[in-house]
């Protein structure tokens, strides 16, 4: 089983559409989750951190599962400028400081 | 603030070359990572330094790939002799240690393209 497993995507919405990610982790003793976000043949930047009470950041609303190991993220009232991949990202305390295990990403495209 | 600095952005070599690739971490940032993102895949940690030293090179392949940080600022990433499997973006990033924490937010460079033919 893969460290960090997403929907495989595309997923193709029309603007103003509400769309939801979600992500499952493999270790249990995982304690910092984030969602990335990278545009075509950009970096990854950092679009938010999930707390366990679930948090919200505008349209955007990231939650956590640590029962189930599962992260999500919802986007309500889609932007054509939200068209990205948005990478499901997992600190792992393993034997260094902690380092990010990202997963393969999910490809979002808006359309009008 | 100035971002974190790779060169070159892009560069193609034959399979059996060398090749070197520098990064420039946000100033102040005391660890530095490089990692590679095949495409389609999320990036992957080749290497974290701490200042100058290796905190982690685990899934660095180390028969071709070495990285240094001399003076625990800029850092080269080299691949000797590359493979067709090496062609990848590689992506530098760097991050805030305060005191004993270490910040959680990693910023990353534009990457290095590279394609082995």
Same mark, same amino acid.
């Given at each position: 089983r893969k460290e960090v497993e997403q929907d495989p995507g595309p997923f193709n919405v029309p603007e103003g559409a509400t769309v939801a990610f979600n992500c499952t982790y493999s270790n249990s003793a995982s304690q910092s989750f984030f969602w990335y976000r990278q545009d075509c043949r950009k970096e990854p930047k950092l679009l938010m951190s999930v707390y366990s009470s679930g948090n919200e950041d505008g349209r955007f609303t990231a939650q956590l599962n640590r029962a189930s190991q599962y992260i999500s993220l919802l986007i309500r009232d889609s932007k054509l400028s939200d068209s990205a991949t948005y990478l499901c990202v997992v600190k792992s305390y393993g034997g260094s400081q902690g380092n990010l295990i990202f997963g393969k990403g999910t490809k979002l495209s808006v359309k009008p | 603030e100035a971002g974190v600095a790779q060169s070159p952005r892009y560069k193609i070599i034959e399979k059996r070359q060398s090749v070197a690739f #520098?990064?420039?971490?946000?100033?102040?940032? +005391?660890?530095? /990572? #490089?990692?590679?993102? @095949?495409?389609? *895949?999320?990036?992957? $940690?080749? @290497?974290?330094f701490q200042n100058n030293g !290796?905190? &982690? &090179?685990? *899934?660095?392949?180390?028969?071709?790939?070495?990285?240094?940080?001399?003076?625990? !600022? &800029?850092?080269? $990433?080299? @691949? *000797?002799?590359?493979? $067709?499997?090496?062609?990848? !973006? /590689?992506?530098? +990033?760097?991050?805030?240690?305060?005191?004993? @924490?270490?910040? /959680?937010?990693? /910023?990353?460079?534009?990457?290095?393209?590279?394609? !082995?033919t």
């Open positions: - | #520098w990064c420039n971490p946000i100033s102040g940032h +005391a660890t530095l /990572y #490089w990692y590679q993102q @095949i495409l389609g *895949q999320g990036p992957k $940690l080749l @290497i974290q !290796v905190v &982690d &090179d685990s *899934q660095l392949p180390k028969d071709r790939f070495s990285a240094e940080r001399l003076k625990g !600022v &800029d850092s080269t $990433l080299k @691949i *000797q002799p590359a493979k $067709l499997e090496d062609s990848a !973006v /590689y992506l530098c +990033a760097s991050s805030l240690v305060q005191g004993q @924490i270490q910040s /959680y937010e990693q /910023y990353f460079g534009p990457g290095t393209r590279l394609t !082995v």
